[in-house]
Nanobody
Framework: QVQLVESGGGLVQAGGSLRLSCAASGSIFSINAMGWYRQAPGKQRELVAA???????NYADSVKGRFTISRDNAENTVYLQMNSLKPEDAAVYYCNIHVIKGISVLDYWGKGTLVTVSS
């Protein structure tokens, strides 16, 4: 079993910054991609940013230039530095990892951390 523990969410004023962390533990053999998704009330969950095990990154257009994803492979941890936050960034942020096990790729999700941005 794999557990993902997210931290770093909270309330911030528009223009402020937050740093989210997600630590993976458990039966981890090989983590491939790690990423962050978000879901605002009444909206579908969307990809915010992702990073492969080689360090390649991908961002949603809405966060490019403001958010930075990084990972610590030794600690099985992924981070999301969020700067210049806007009210529209408010959502529950979910950590996601792809774990390679044999010929399978397993998908795991965190429970989410709430980010609130006041205007």
């Amino acid at each position: 079993q794999v557990q993902l523990v997210e931290s770093g969410g909270g309330l911030v004023q528009a223009g402020g910054s937050l740093r989210l962390s997600c630590a993976a533990s458990g039966s981890i053999f090989s983590i491939n991609a790690m990423g962050w998704y978000r879901q605002a009330p009444g909206k579908q969950r969307e990809l915010v940013a992702a990073i492969t095990n080689s360090g390649s990154t991908n961002y949603a257009d809405s966060v490019k230039g403001r958010f930075t994803i990084s990972r610590d492979n030794a600690e099985n941890t992924v981070y999301l530095q969020m700067n210049s936050l806007k009210p529209e960034d408010a959502a529950v942020y979910y950590c996601n990892i792809h774990v390679i096990k044999g010929i399978s790729v397993l998908d795991y999700w965190g429970k989410g951390t709430l980010v609130t941005v006041s205007s």
